[in-house]
């Protein structure tokens, strides 16, 4: 039973009977209703403000609606109470069946409890990491892979069509540093002295061992190539090997992508998708040559003043119009992403979201304006999202991390350089505490990661506390088997348990929680939120550990009761659809759910 969806529900058809009966305008559209719980448990069970958003469409005040719509509640089966509080809020205190039903829902339901249909099996394209292959995976990528991961795992249980992607930056000028710093590695893996990296290349010894290959594969050979051809030997070599570490990193996180997508492939094998990309703006009227002003932080030295290939994107929001071709007749990394975006357009998903990096976010305006060009429309994304354009994009992004070890800055990784390697992180802890403290903060808000803090075994490590919660709950049964050996998880008796024996408030308080999960976890998707999930499931252990510790105090309240089989069973019955609930929102995290802690 979805509590909150069955009252949204029934509140919607109430309000029908009232247009029917004359009561509210019988032209009056009605709005999504929205149930929630209410701030102050005092005050009952659900809450809606129904009749506040109807009194302006309806010219009615909000209390007189409130009063009407609480009449026809009253009459609910399942309502015990409604009370009509301030200008128009109801508040709704249910029968206490209903949550036994929620308890054999969850049940009914396993792994299935919670999902939802308001994806309506729509598609989505995610792209996230997307980490440039020019050396090893840092923090910064952990979390927009973990956060880009998560995000799909929530959308596909929302009921979304989903598609992960990763979006190979292996063109331009980067990866052609890249080839040249291979080929020093080369040339030093042969016994040459190559003294001092020079500046912009890439200094670190993760490319020794492609050096060495290349030495290996090729011998002295390389050497009578021209620069030009080493360096496309060098980058070649170099993206593959560093492409491998990266699935590596990624697997060791347990994050898939569907789909590895090439830059280069957008203008290799007698395609040109850029080229085609920059057709269909100008068929648009969306492509003129000029020239941009001087940027205020620019330095003058280096500003050249002429004519360009330009993309009218403040026509779309952006501040300025963009380049899409260089003086040499060469494609701007911009033309590049306008391409990428174009060709993703063309295999046709219904949503679109770029998960970036901090250091890219005043890049959001020239991407968002590309592709509402792209998209077909003039309006802003904004605009479009409420009057139903053909496609969306969110670009989220997730900010820097802080590695700490009890409250002091952490430099790890020699072999990487100046930063922390992601595989290092992953290595010390463990998958898990990386995946669930990058998640236990809003993506758009700076996280510092303290590794002495993620494997403390106590209340204030979350992952850990929402771990212990799940293995707590497998070793309730266990014990409960040595009492009465027929009560376990699947057994008739405990799915089937008197469910009326649960009326201490702790336990009502615990099964409310449990019939929020299905709700938290469709917002949480609409509005691109894993973290939400992880926040749920912190104050789920903590509810579920505080019943445990109850029984301490109170042995009237412990879990198993030797002398009463059927009390026993319903509180195994909570205990398993608690754990389910667990297991569920650990699942969309990409976490382990435990039966024992070691």
């Known amino acids: 039973m979805n509590v909150y969806q069955h009252v949204e529900g029934r509140i919607a058809a109430l309000l029908q009977e009232l247009k029917a009966e004359g009561a509210l305008p019988a032209d009056l559209v009605l709005p999504a209703i929205e149930v929630e719980a209410p701030r102050d448990s005092t005050h009952g069970d659900l809450a809606t403000n129904a009749a506040m958003v109807l009194a302006k469409p309806a010219k009615m005040k909000p209390r007189d609606i409130a009063e009407l719509l609480g009449a026809k509640l009253s009459a609910e089966p399942d309502v015990v109470k409604v009370d009509v509080a301030g200008p128009g809020f109801l508040n709704l205190t249910l029968d206490t069946s209903v949550w036994g039903r929620v308890v054999k829902a969850v049940l009914a339901a396993g792994k299935d409890y919670g999902r939802g249909g308001a994806g309506r099996g729509e598609s989505v394209n995610i792209e996230y990491v997307s980490a440039n292959p020019t050396g090893p995976m840092h923090v910064g990528h952990c979390r927009g892979a973990v956060f880009g991961d998560a995000l799909g795992n929530l959308l ?24 040249r710093s291979a080929i020093l590695r ?10 001092d990296i020079p500046e912009g290349l890439y200094p670190g010894d993760y490319l020794k061992p492609i050096g060495a290959a290349l030495a290996k594969t090729y011998g002295n050979a390389l050497l009578e190539k021209s620069p030009g051809e080493q360096m496309v030997i060098g980058r070649d070599a170099a993206i593959a090997a560093l492409m491998e570490e990266i699935r590596a990193d990624l697997a060791a996180l347990n994050i898939r992508h569907d789909v590895f997508f090439s830059e280069r492939s957008m203008t290799t094998g007698g395609r040109d998708q850029v080229k085609a990309s920059i057709a269909d703006l100008k068929s648009r009227g969306l492509i003129f040559e000029g020239r941009l002003e001087k940027p ?18 403040t026509e779309f929001g952006d501040d300025t119009d963009r380049a ?5 007749g060469s494609y701007t990394y911009f033309a590049g992403d306008v391409a990428y975006h174009f060709d993703k357009l063309e295999r046709g998903f219904d949503h679109y979201i770029d998960v970036l990096g901090a250091d890219h976010t005043g890049y959001i305006p020239r991407l968002v304006a590309a592709f509402a060009a792209l998209a077909g429309g003039k309006a802003s994304l904004k605009e479009r999202k409420t009057t139903g354009g053909k496609a969306d994009l969110d670009v989220l992004v997730c900010q820097l991390v802080k590695v700490m070890r009890a409250g002091e800055i952490v430099r790890m990784s020699k072999r990487a350089g100046t930063f922390v390697a992601l595989r290092d992180v992953v290595d010390e802890v463990g998958r898990d505490p990386v995946r669930f403290m990058m998640l236990y903060r809003k993506n758009d808000a700076p996280l510092d990661f303290d590794l002495a803090k993620v494997v403390e075994q106590s209340k204030d490590n979350p992952i850990f506390y929402v771990q212990y919660a799940h293995a707590r709950a497998a070793s309730v049964f266990g014990k409960a088997g040595e009492v009465f050996p027929d ?14 024996r649960l009326d201490d408030p702790g336990e009502i308080a615990l099964i409310k929680q449990l019939a929020q999960f299905p ?10 939120e894993p973290h939400r999930v992880a926040f749920y499931l912190y104050d789920l252990a903590s509810n579920f550990h ?5 029984g301490n105090d109170s042995p009237h309240l412990r879990f198993i009761q030797a002398d009463d089989r059927d009390v026993t069973a319903a509180r195994l019955a909570l205990i398993a659809a608690t ?6 929102g650990l699942a969309i995290l990409g976490v382990e759910a435990p039966d024992v802690m070691r």
């Not at 009560?487 to 009326?500: E, H, P, Y």
């Not at 709700?519 to 691109?528: F, I, N, V």
Request: aromatic content about 8%; glycine content about 8%.
């Open 156 to 179: 596909d249980f929302a009921g979304y069509k989903v598609t992960r992607e990763y979006y190979i930056n292996d063109a331009g000028a980067q990866v052609d540093k890249l080839g």
């Open 186 to 195: 080369y040339r030093e893996a042969l016994g040459e002295a190559i003294g």
């Open 296 to 313: 205020k932080d620019h330095d003058d030295g280096e500003w050249e003043d002429r004519e360009q290939t330009l993309f009218r994107s």
């Open 324 to 328: 899409l071709m260089k003086s040499d």
């Open 487 to 500: 009560l376990t998880r699947q057994s008739k008796a405990v799915v089937n348990a008197d469910l009326a």
């Open 519 to 528: 709700k938290l976890a469709t917002s949480a998707a609409l509005a691109r």
């Open 546 to 550: 505080g019943q445990w510790s109850r």
């Open 579 to 584: 754990q389910q609930v667990i297991s569920s």
